[in-house]
């Protein structure tokens, strides 16, 4: 009987284990690593921050499935590492390059990455990309040889062309065999159907590369017999490598380059009709779309050259309280546009058509305020720059213009998140009226912007009440 009782008890604990999702260890990743190298198996590693969203929703939402915890505690030995406050975690995400969270690794039993992917998933494509792990993990020997014979200076177009197949399979990045292999490729092929989807794949710049590519693109917009499906993937593909670009040669601090870069985006654009739009960037067109005063601007703060940073500023914030006044009476003029179809909408009494209606002037909204929003937080966090570098008198003219600088800024886009953070800065600058006025319009046409919660709301009425 004890043995019957002792073997349920054990079945309702391994079937409570196996319910509970990903069983993640204890100990230390290299304890674990010893742990994976005796039973052959990969190391998968969640890479997450305290303050990342997507983490955080993966951690309660996806991480506790049962059908996940069966996959993943089947094939793997699962670790959590915080790559801010763990040390294991800020070695881990040195040492592979982690910069977005939540990053997914897995590695092997010597600690080689063998596959890895970010972002925030659903249950199915999550598992799906563990058993992308296992196949990558199964096609490592084959990998190996290709790395070795790499090393040794095979530079074989064929043999490019299966090794960039093996890497990219597991995720790893592909640029320095990518950028062999588009050497050797002439520029009649160079946006063959193949390769394109391959010139998104380039994390690195490569100023003879990025040219060529741009050359071909533009002599493909003006080719009466494009075919359209294929250019609109051509530019993608580039944007894409652009947006790389763009940010290697910035951390880098390669000045030259960058503004290389720029200049080719400019060509770009010039010839396909693109246009600078954050609403295109945060719908995955990539940083190369972000206005390029203020990419400039960023990296100009970021490595602290000063007297650049100040003098774009300066002029920038001027060019947009100049365009404020004429995009803002089209923005009113749209709105009010979008209400007078939802009005008759409503007066038709068709449900369906006025809940179509009802959907389509939401997602208008939204995006039309996207624009705003990204310049509106970003020349938020330059006026933040501008102060710290200041080194003139901070009399009456001085406070005065930043002062109007962050209230214009907060115009842009009101947001019930930012009022309390504006009229903050508004305060130490002795103007508590425009401060009042900032917590006001937060209230009044913020309340429901992106991103604001009841905290928020609540904050923001709070430091109202606190100035009257």
């Avoid at 070695?91 to 600690?111: E, I, R």
């Avoid at 705003?372 to 901070?394: L, Q």
């Amino acid at each position: 009987m004890k043995k019957l009782v002792l073997l349920v008890t054990i079945l309702i604990t391994g079937l409570t284990v196996f319910s509970q999702g990903i069983d993640f260890q204890k100990g230390r990743y290299a304890e674990v690593l010893e742990m994976a190298k005796k039973q052959n198996k990969l190391v998968f590693i969640d890479i997450y921050t305290s303050w990342c969203g997507p983490c955080k929703h993966m951690a309660d939402n996806v991480f506790p499935q049962a059908k996940v915890g069966e996959y993943y505690n089947a094939h793997f030995l699962n670790l959590q590492l915080d790559a801010e406050k763990s040390e294991d975690g800020k070695m881990v995400a040195k040492t592979f390059g982690v910069s977005a969270y939540p990053t997914f690794l897995f590695v092997n039993g010597d600690g080689e990455l063998v596959y890895r992917f970010l972002g925030g998933k659903t249950v199915d494509m999550f598992i799906k990309e563990g058993e992308k792990a296992v196949d990558a993990f199964a096609a490592q020997p084959e990998l190996k040889k290709y790395m070795k014979k790499y090393e040794e200076g095979n530079r074989d177009k064929e043999f490019l062309n299966q090794y960039f197949i093996l890497k990219d399979k597991s995720g790893l990045d592909c640029s320095d065999v990518l950028l062999d292999y588009f050497a050797l490729v002439d520029d009649a092929h160079l946006l063959d159907s193949v390769n394109v989807p391959r010139i998104a794949k380039i994390t690195v710049f490569d100023k003879k590369l990025a040219n060529r590519l741009v050359d071909a693109a533009c002599a493909e917009a003006v080719n009466p017999a494009k075919d359209k499906k294929h250019s609109t993937a051509v530019n993608k593909a580039i944007c894409t490598f652009l947006s790389a670009s763009v940010q290697k040669t910035a951390q880098a601090d390669q000045e030259e380059n960058f503004e290389e870069v720029l200049a080719l985006k400019d060509r770009l654009f010039k010839a396909t009709g693109g246009k600078d739009s954050a609403t295109a960037a945060s719908l995955g067109g990539g940083n190369i779309y972000i206005p390029s005063e203020l990419l400039r601007l960023n990296y100009y703060s970021a490595k602290k050259k000063l007297d650049k940073f100040n003098q774009l500023f300066i002029s920038y914030i001027a060019e947009l309280q100049k365009k404020y006044e004429e995009t803002h009476k089209e923005k009113i003029a749209m709105l009010k546009a979008m209400e007078a179809k939802l009005k008759e909408a409503k007066e038709s009494g068709n449900e369906e058509e006025y809940q179509a209606a009802r959907k389509l002037n939401a997602m208008m909204f939204a995006f039309s305020s996207i624009d705003d929003y990204y310049t509106s937080t970003s020349m938020v966090e330059n006026v933040e720059r501008y102060e710290e570098i200041y080194t003139g008198e901070k009399d009456a003219a001085y406070k005065d213009r930043v002062a109007g600088w962050y209230v214009f800024l907060h115009q842009l886009s009101p947001s019930a998140k930012t009022a309390a953070y504006v009229a903050d800065k508004l305060l130490a600058l002795d103007k508590k009226e425009q401060a009042k006025e900032v917590l006001t319009l937060g209230l009044k046409d913020g309340s429901s912007a992106a991103g604001v919660e009841e905290s928020d709301v609540k904050a923001c009425q709070a430091k109202l009440d606190e100035l009257k």
